[in-house]
């Protein structure tokens, strides 16, 4: 289970700051991130960061100004993202892939206001 808090209204230039909890049968390795969708386009990739390695991956329209971190330890991942833009407008959903499984958490809604 994938429990996400944050999201909400947020004025463009402003930053951002979404958390996801997972609980259930955890095993590593494991990924764990955010991806988004808007209203008629296709779920994206946001950041996800692996357990292990720590490698992280963001998509192109947040590098430079987006973090991903997680604590490993209470199967927490955070994001911020800053300056953010009406284009990020969109429902964001938390991710997690283990034992080749992905897992999907209900979805926050994002609005950024000009």
């Known amino acids: 289970q994938l429990q996400a808090s944050g999201g909400g209204l947020v004025q463009a230039g402003g930053s951002l700051r979404l958390s996801c909890a997972a609980s259930g049968n955890i095993f590593v390795p494991n990924t764990m991130g955010w991806y988004r969708q808007a209203p008629g386009k296709e779920r994206e990739l946001v950041a996800t960061?692996?357990?292990?390695?720590?490698?992280?991956n963001y998509g192109d329209f947040v590098k430079g100004r987006s973090t991903i971190s997680r604590d490993n330890a209470q199967n927490t991942v955070d994001l911020r993202i800053d300056n953010l833009k009406p284009e990020d407008s969109a429902v964001y959903y938390c991710?997690?892939?283990?034992?080749?499984?992905?897992?999907w958490g209900q979805g926050t809604q994002v609005t950024v206001s000009s």
């Open positions: 960061m692996a357990s292990y390695s720590g490698t992280t």
């Open positions: 991710y997690r892939w283990q034992k080749n499984r992905n897992y």
